[in-house]
């Protein structure tokens, strides 16, 4: 978009968001401009999304979001210069008065536990995919499980996951705002090595004479989530009443003697009992289920992106993906519905010269950058037709999935077509079943979205 209409439309939203005055803070994603603003009621949401550049808007998680695509980066930066608001601040506001709605109940908890995962995506991703690594070595015969080189790469896959209570307890104590250093450390306690010999050998502990629940806590997740959420308000209690003068050797040593029998005999097993059944409850819910619970999945997964559902699936494919090292529906009915995406938009772009130009770049993210929001806001969703045909050539592609056993073994460093690197595993046929799927799941939602999308429909 050039330059001069660019900033026009910077002004536009910024007028329909109720000007700079409105806006408590204003960032952005990969493909959204998000405002939090004082008074939602002066948001003329539809005059924003009849603005030429704008692919859809709507509100989220108390957010006003504009969706643009993949030049949002250069709008935020106009958007910013023009109402006089640093990229990196947020603007004076009236502090007391928060008008952002917080989230209550099941959606909290989600956030929460979501809130500490996804900062460890990297790790997991790298140490995912050098197990990919290893596997594409073996089969190709340049390296054997004796060979020295395999087994450093081997181990430092492994530490991605082994160590992910450390990891995890240093994002958690960032999202309860408490000790970070003292979160690490409560995840290392989980994972010392004399605590790890006494369970293997079952050599019984106590701590002021509580008995302590045996169990190895390395890849766990909740464990130390659920702990580190209690340590910040035990740390903020002690930091209440401790003098000044002594915070910096009280606080944390107060902090820690409550937290080793709290954590050792009561939250440790709860965390590590609700991380074993959930896994269990995944596998009971696949096994039963079978192929039509990936097929149903896969073709409401739009739905759930468009209500911000599809979060509440990040934990529970964590939890499968750490523990028993392979995913059997979640990772398979996102990297399907994501590709359909992309196969939808791009029969409307061949079939619509008005939106060829939209169709073509939203394909393009979709299936190379897993990004889906241009092609649902932007195509799929305003005219319907192509959501419907995505929605139905996903259910086919995860039929076949569900069909052939395919499971995601690692995170993949894409949620669009990068992303097959995570289905590689010891059995080669999985990665052949899952482009199978894929190609039949976006040769249906191609030939449905041309015979049933009228470009017409959408006047």
């Given amino acids: 978009m050039k330059l001069e209409k660019r900033r026009k439309l910077a002004k536009d939203i910024l007028k329909y968001v109720g000007d700079k005055e ?27 999304k009849k603005l030429d550049g704008v692919l859809g808007a709507q ?47 099941f959606g909290a908890i989600i956030d929460a536990i979501s809130g500490c995962l996804v900062p460890v995506i990297p790790i997991v991703v790298g140490a995912g995919m050098l197990k990919v690594v290893l596997i594409l070595a073996s089969l190709a015969g340049l390296l054997t ?55 293997t050998a079952g050599t019984k502990l106590s701590i002021f004479g509580l008995p302590i629940y045996l169990t190895n806590y390395s890849s766990s997740i909740f464990p130390i989530i659920i702990t580190v959420w209690v340590m910040s308000y035990v740390e903020h209690f002690f930091n209440r009443f401790v003098p000044t003068a002594v915070k910096v050797i009280f606080v944390p040593l107060l902090t820690i003697i409550v937290m080793l029998p709290l954590t050792l005999c009561l939250i440790g097993p709860i965390g590590a009992f609700l991380g074993v059944y959930l896994t269990k409850f995944i596998m009971w819910l696949y096994s039963t289920t079978g192929f039509l619970g990936v097929a149903v999945l896969s073709g ?21 993906l750490t523990t028993l090292h392979y995913e059997p529906i979640v990772g398979v009915s996102g990297v399907l519905s994501n590709l359909n995406q992309g196969a939808a938009t791009l029969a409307v772009a061949l079939k619509s010269k008005k939106d060829r130009s939209v169709g073509i770049s939203a394909t393009i993210t979709a299936i190379l950058g897993g990004v889906t929001e241009p092609a649902m806001f932007g195509i799929n969703l305003k005219y319907k037709t192509p959501l419907y045909a995505s929605m139905i050539g996903s259910f086919v592609g995860g039929a076949i999935a569900g069909l052939l056993h395919v499971y995601m073994y690692a995170l993949g460093g894409s949620a669009g077509i990068f992303g097959i690197t995570g289905f590689i595993g010891k059995q080669a046929n999985n990665l052949i079943d899952l482009i199978i799927a894929i190609i039949a799941g976006m040769v249906a939602t191609f030939i449905i979205t041309l015979l049933i999308f009228k470009p017409e429909e959408g006047k």
């Fill in 22 to 48: 409105n806006i408590s803070s204003v960032m952005h994603c990969m493909t959204r401009l998000r405002f939090v603003l004082k008074d939602q009621s002066l948001v003329d949401a539809d005059e924003i």
């Fill in 59 to 105: 509100w989220s998680n108390g957010q006003f979001q504009v969706i643009i695509g993949q030049w949002v980066a250069d709008l935020y930066s106009d958007v910013c210069q023009i109402a006089g608001i640093s990229e990196k601040d947020t603007i004076e506001e009236n502090l007391d008065k928060d008008l952002t709605p917080k989230k209550r109940g």
């Fill in 145 to 199: 499980p004796k060979d020295a080189s395999y087994i450093v790469i081997n181990f430092a896959s492994d530490a991605g996951f082994y160590f992910l209570p450390i990891f995890l307890g240093a994002f958690a104590a960032q999202k309860f705002k408490t000790s970070m250093p003292l979160g690490m450390l409560m995840g290392a306690i989980l994972l010392h090595p004399t605590f790890i010999a006494s369970v």
């Fill in 300 to 320: 409401i997964y739009p739905l759930l992106v468009i209500t911000g559902m599809h979060g509440a699936l990040f934990p529970p494919m964590m939890q499968s």
